[in-house]
């Protein structure tokens, strides 16, 4: 059965600068800043948290369905989604604002100064979640990280069309208050969030995750651990599901979405959260040895499941 990723497409443009960005910062002048760094690689990964999700969720053999929003340069990456057999009946075409892209520049140290512009996905709430009487093949659906306005009304409309969902509000989570995210959390199946995000989570909402797992609509609150694996909450209780040993660490870039692709595979299937949450782990481990967030085989990575 198809799942509805509701997220954000965009293009990621990635530099590297040999030195250290404090060699080149005077903390007395911050008041004047003008500094350019030489930045001798460069590379565009195609990106996003929809369309990250949705190329892990094809490799595995689901049926990925995107909500998002592409700009006028977005042509290219609307053919590559369409190309992996996925749904892009739901992707919003903007007819004058460009995709939305991020500019990262890592120097040696691993400090990163990033520069994200919005653009068309600050539109994608334009596009509406589909009521049944007209999309009811759709068995599951996440609101990942995408514009403001869109992850609040396709939270309300998922749930309006009954569509159980993951709620992931990643980098987004500071663009609603307490009484928001509670609202959204009484619409969701099931919370995924790093354990940086559920400690910003327990601040804004003033619950903890324990309490948040005791939400009778709320199926499991997921928090991931990077390497150590994940914590799986529910009705108070905790149970750690282990990390899988990655081959190597080249970068961690869309490792978070890679993980929520496997466990949407797993529900669209209807196994145990446990289950799902050690396919989710093992796919982790295997983009985080592959450079870019798109760029991961996942031949075998069923096996023993």
């Known amino acids: 059965m198809p799942a509805l990723i509701c997220g954000s497409l965009a293009f990621d443009t990635i530099t590297t600068f040999p030195g250290r960005f404090a060699d080149q910062i005077l903390p007395d002048q911050v008041h004047i800043l003008n500094v350019s760094f030489l930045v001798p690689t460069l590379r565009r990964e195609w990106g996003g948290c929809a369309g990250n999700m949705a190329y892990s969720l094809h490799l595995l053999g689901g049926q990925p369905v995107v909500l998002g929003a592409l700009g006028v340069d977005g042509g290219e990456y609307l053919a590559r989604i369409a190309g992996w057999g996925a749904d892009t009946s739901l992707i919003w075409r903007d007819a004058e604002l460009h995709t939305a892209q991020c500019h990262i520049t890592t ?5 990163q100064i990033t520069a994200f512009h919005p653009g068309a996905m600050s539109h994608a709430h334009k596009v509406r979640v589909p ?16 514009g403001r306005d869109a ?24 663009q609603f208050d307490g009484a928001e995210h509670r609202e959204i959390l009484g619409l969701a199946s099931w919370l995924a969030l790093n354990d940086y995000e559920a400690r910003m989570l327990e601040e804004r ?10 939400r009778p609509n709320l199926r499991g609150v997921i928090v991931t651990l990077a390497a150590e694996g994940c914590e799986l909450w529910r009705g108070g209780e905790r149970v750690l599901v282990p990390g899988e040993k990655a081959a190597q660490v080249v970068d961690p870039t869309g490792c978070g979405d890679a993980f929520r692709a496997g466990l949407l595979y797993g529900l669209e299937r209807g196994w145990d959260l446990p289950r799902c949450l050690k396919l989710a782990n093992r796919i982790g481990a295997v983009k985080i040895a592959s450079r870019g967030p798109q760029n991961h085989a996942l031949a075998g990575v069923l096996d023993g499941l």
């Open 205 to 214: 909402t003033g619950q903890s995750v324990a309490e948040m797992s005791r």
């Open 131 to 146: 009521p049944r009487s007209q999309r009811s093949d759709l068995a599951i659906g996440i609101v990942a990280p995408d």
């Open 151 to 174: 992850m609040w009304q396709h939270a309300h409309q998922m749930h309006e069309a009954g569509i159980p969902f993951v709620f992931d509000p990643g980098q987004q989570l500071p």
């Open 107 to 111: 120097d040696r140290d691993n400090n």
